[in-house]
């Protein structure tokens, strides 16, 4: 359980951050000056708000009535730098030693060789940070955070530095912390792709101020938040579980409760629990049923609100038996089709266009790790 | 030829006597000069300026006006020299701890120089990352800045060491040139030219001083690069 309450002055930006989240994976999402290092940094102690309250775990770290300021050396929060900080001076083995070796022995919950394993560091040890790849560096630095027995970690935009190939690297294994150590994650990014992928609780930053707080697929599916989310990539969240594989088509079923999903094949065993993000300008509205249609899903459902916009696109969310669509379209055409809040519709979805990376995403997905390149 | 290389014993004990003075300059003076550094590179207080202008103030005074400030404050009547005699039993004057206190004092701007700027290119990022994983200050100081600044230190404590061997006219103004207590390799020199057949002499310790400050300046290059390979980031 994280409760946040703070007010911070930095010359002309204020932060005035207000939420609470017993999520296993907070995101701290916003464009990029929106407060979130702040934040992380006064979660952290690096920062010392000028009035507030912040709590994890029932524990008091920043109390500016009861005048409680926890140092950050005390605090046992894993922070995850965006660039490493690995330690220059010292090998891989010293780096993920360094914070164990200040954590009581009583509360040493990792060994060194479970942390290995579970990170794919084992040929890393004897190097120094100088000669690792950016995501190699940000695995130690991962690893250097959780040998150091946290009760909450704190990444910040751990994959912004990184091409998008590492960060396919590095994904699997944050989804392992999350899924395998149980410690709460603070997530700071500005990618829906990677908040959609990890998180459970988001919390949407702009200009110091939170501006929405709750689901990932709640606020994902709220129209009104979708200029700060960004347009190209806001859409409806799915929480769904693999049906199976259909031999005949080689396309794999997906059950959500809005309907099943086709998508090209995935590798996934009959019973994962997937996460779908259908990004709005992917669906189209269909009034009547149709069947003479190349797309494969068709999710039938009623308008339940248009956004109010001026120029040319507008928003609209369906329902679909509860769960939320949101589509991108021009207005031509909901004034076309005649679209109005209560009206029977149609959400139709390419199963191409779940097929970008990033889009299903499981709650485990592990790559082999021997599998892995190196710097030279 | 070979006469070059035959020391008198009395140049022997100038030698030894001055590789004495400049270890001790520098091993005293070190951990005054990482406060010193430390203090300058990373707080701000009143009287800043004041500390640097001090620290420097060796570097551009006469080296004979800073022996004369020691010979004053420090002598055998002066205030604080009468004050350390009589409560400690420290005696400067005319002692060899002497010489070894003006060298410090004349190298100690270098060595804070040095350091200060090893200090100031600490990434500060690491030190909060290491307090974020449970390193109080003073071990964050001790397991991060320490390591990163070693570079900076070895330069420094070369090149006061190099300094002191140097040392000449504050040593020779607080301690005189007592042969065998305060007659460094400079003042042997200086009187060795000052009689009638000692250039011969004279010579050797030249040439003696150029090798100690040669292999000095190699030592601290190759010490920094080691260190320096070890610290970086490429």
Redesign the interface.
């Given at each position: 359980m994280l409760e946040v309450d703070v007010f911070h002055r930095l010359g002309e930006f204020v932060l005035e951050a207000r939420f609470a989240s017993d999520g296993r994976v907070t995101a701290l999402f916003g464009p990029s000056g929106a407060g979130k290092t702040s934040l992380v940094q006064a979660l952290?102690?690096?920062l010392r708000p000028e009035r507030g309250r912040i709590v994890v775990d029932e524990q008091v770290l920043f109390d500016h009535d009861a005048g409680i300021h926890v140092?950050?050396?005390?605090?046992?929060?894993?922070?995850v730098?965006q660039?490493g900080?690995l330690?220059?001076?010292l090998t891989v083995r010293q780096n993920l030693l360094?914070?164990r070796?200040?954590?009581p022995r009583a509360e040493r919950r990792e060994g060194l060789d479970r942390v290995v394993d579970l990170l794919g560091l084992g040929f890393l040890l004897d190097r120094?940070?100088?000669r690792l790849s950016g995501g190699e560096k940000q695995r130690v630095a991962l690893g250097?955070?959780l040998l150091?027995s946290p009760r909450l970690f704190l990444m910040d935009e751990p994959l912004a530095s990184l091409d998008a190939a590492r960060k396919e690297e590095i994904l699997p294994y944050i989804e392992r912390l999350r899924d395998e150590t149980g410690i709460p994650i603070v997530y700071v990014s500005h990618s829906v792709a990677e908040v959609a992928r990890l998180a459970s609780t988001m919390v949407l930053l702009a200009e110091g101020r939170v501006e929405a707080a709750g689901s990932v697929g709640a606020i994902m599916s709220r129209l009104d938040l979708i200029p700060l989310i960004g347009r190209d990539a806001a859409g409806a969240i799915l929480e769904a579980k693999v049906v199976g594989l259909d031999r005949g088509t080689d396309l794999t079923i997906l059950r959500t409760g809005a309907g099943d999903l086709y998508v090209p094949r995935l590798d996934l065993a009959a019973g994962t629990v997937v996460r779908v993000r259908v990004r709005a300008r992917d669906v189209m509205i269909a009034t009547r049923p149709q069947t003479d249609l190349s797309a494969l899903n068709v999710l039938e459902g009623t308008v339940a609100e248009i956004a109010a916009v001026d120029g040319p696109v507008v928003e609209i969310r369906l329902d679909c038996r509860g769960e939320s669509i949101v589509a991108r379209l021009t207005r031509h055409s909901v004034e076309r089709l005649g679209l109005a809040p209560g009206r029977r519709a149609y959400a139709v979805i390419k199963a191409i266009a779940l097929d970008s990376p990033g889009l299903v995403a499981s709650r485990s997905t592990l790559v082999p790790a021997d599998a892995e390149e190196s710097a030279p | 030829m070979l006469a070059l290389f035959d020391l008198q014993p009395d140049e022997i004990v100038a030698i030894r006597l001055s590789l004495r003075v400049a270890s001790w300059a520098v091993l005293a003076s070190l951990p005054f000069g990482v406060l010193t550094a430390l203090v300058l590179a990373r707080r701000r207080f009143w009287g800043k300026g004041l500390l640097d202008t001090l620290v420097h103030l060796p570097l551009v005074l006469p080296p004979v006006v800073t022996g004369y400030a020691l010979l004053v404050l420090l002598g055998r009547r002066g205030v604080l020299g009468a004050f350390l005699a009589q409560t400690f039993g420290i005696v400067f004057a005319f002692r060899w701890t002497g010489a070894a206190l003006a060298s410090a004092v004349m190298g100690f701007p270098l060595l804070v120089r040095a350091i200060r700027l090893s200090i100031e290119a600490v990434?500060r990022?690491?030190e909060?990352?290491?307090?974020?994983?449970?390193?109080?200050s003073l071990?964050v100081f001790l397991?991060?800045t320490l390591?990163?600044i070693l570079p900076g230190i070895v330069a420094g404590g070369i090149l006061a060491f190099a300094r002191s061997l140097g040392e000449f006219g504050a040593t020779i103004t607080f301690v005189s040139n007592i042969p065998g207590e305060t007659q460094t390799l400079p003042s042997a020199i200086y009187t060795l030219t000052q009689v009638p057949g000692g250039d011969a002499g004279a010579i050797r310790l030249s040439i003696i001083s150029v090798i100690i400050s040669v292999l000095a300046l190699m030592t601290s290059e190759f010490i920094a690069r080691r260190v320096g390979e070890?610290?970086?980031?490429?």
């Amino acid at each position: 359980m994280l409760e946040v309450d703070v007010f911070h002055r930095l010359g002309e930006f204020v932060l005035e951050a207000r939420f609470a989240s017993d999520g296993r994976v907070t995101a701290l999402f916003g464009p990029s000056g929106a407060g979130k290092t702040s934040l992380v940094q006064a979660l952290a102690g690096l920062l010392r708000p000028e009035r507030g309250r912040i709590v994890v775990d029932e524990q008091v770290l920043f109390d500016h009535d009861a005048g409680i300021h926890v140092p950050p050396h005390r605090r046992r929060i894993g922070y995850v730098f965006q660039e490493g900080r690995l330690f220059p001076h010292l090998t891989v083995r010293q780096n993920l030693l360094y914070g164990r070796w200040f954590t009581p022995r009583a509360e040493r919950r990792e060994g060194l060789d479970r942390v290995v394993d579970l990170l794919g560091l084992g040929f890393l040890l004897d190097r120094r940070p100088g000669r690792l790849s950016g995501g190699e560096k940000q695995r130690v630095a991962l690893g250097r955070a959780l040998l150091a027995s946290p009760r909450l970690f704190l990444m910040d935009e751990p994959l912004a530095s990184l091409d998008a190939a590492r960060k396919e690297e590095i994904l699997p294994y944050i989804e392992r912390l999350r899924d395998e150590t149980g410690i709460p994650i603070v997530y700071v990014s500005h990618s829906v792709a990677e908040v959609a992928r990890l998180a459970s609780t988001m919390v949407l930053l702009a200009e110091g101020r939170v501006e929405a707080a709750g689901s990932v697929g709640a606020i994902m599916s709220r129209l009104d938040l979708i200029p700060l989310i960004g347009r190209d990539a806001a859409g409806a969240i799915l929480e769904a579980k693999v049906v199976g594989l259909d031999r005949g088509t080689d396309l794999t079923i997906l059950r959500t409760g809005a309907g099943d999903l086709y998508v090209p094949r995935l590798d996934l065993a009959a019973g994962t629990v997937v996460r779908v993000r259908v990004r709005a300008r992917d669906v189209m509205i269909a009034t009547r049923p149709q069947t003479d249609l190349s797309a494969l899903n068709v999710l039938e459902g009623t308008v339940a609100e248009i956004a109010a916009v001026d120029g040319p696109v507008v928003e609209i969310r369906l329902d679909c038996r509860g769960e939320s669509i949101v589509a991108r379209l021009t207005r031509h055409s909901v004034e076309r089709l005649g679209l109005a809040p209560g009206r029977r519709a149609y959400a139709v979805i390419k199963a191409i266009a779940l097929d970008s990376p990033g889009l299903v995403a499981s709650r485990s997905t592990l790559v082999p790790a021997d599998a892995e390149e190196s710097a030279p | 030829m070979l006469a070059l290389f035959d020391l008198q014993p009395d140049e022997i004990v100038a030698i030894r006597l001055s590789l004495r003075v400049a270890s001790w300059a520098v091993l005293a003076s070190l951990p005054f000069g990482v406060l010193t550094a430390l203090v300058l590179a990373r707080r701000r207080f009143w009287g800043k300026g004041l500390l640097d202008t001090l620290v420097h103030l060796p570097l551009v005074l006469p080296p004979v006006v800073t022996g004369y400030a020691l010979l004053v404050l420090l002598g055998r009547r002066g205030v604080l020299g009468a004050f350390l005699a009589q409560t400690f039993g420290i005696v400067f004057a005319f002692r060899w701890t002497g010489a070894a206190l003006a060298s410090a004092v004349m190298g100690f701007p270098l060595l804070v120089r040095a350091i200060r700027l090893s200090i100031e290119a600490v990434d500060r990022r690491l030190e909060a990352a290491a307090g974020t994983l449970g390193a109080s200050s003073l071990w964050v100081f001790l397991t991060v800045t320490l390591p990163l600044i070693l570079p900076g230190i070895v330069a420094g404590g070369i090149l006061a060491f190099a300094r002191s061997l140097g040392e000449f006219g504050a040593t020779i103004t607080f301690v005189s040139n007592i042969p065998g207590e305060t007659q460094t390799l400079p003042s042997a020199i200086y009187t060795l030219t000052q009689v009638p057949g000692g250039d011969a002499g004279a010579i050797r310790l030249s040439i003696i001083s150029v090798i100690i400050s040669v292999l000095a300046l190699m030592t601290s290059e190759f010490i920094a690069r080691r260190v320096g390979e070890r610290v970086s980031t490429p």
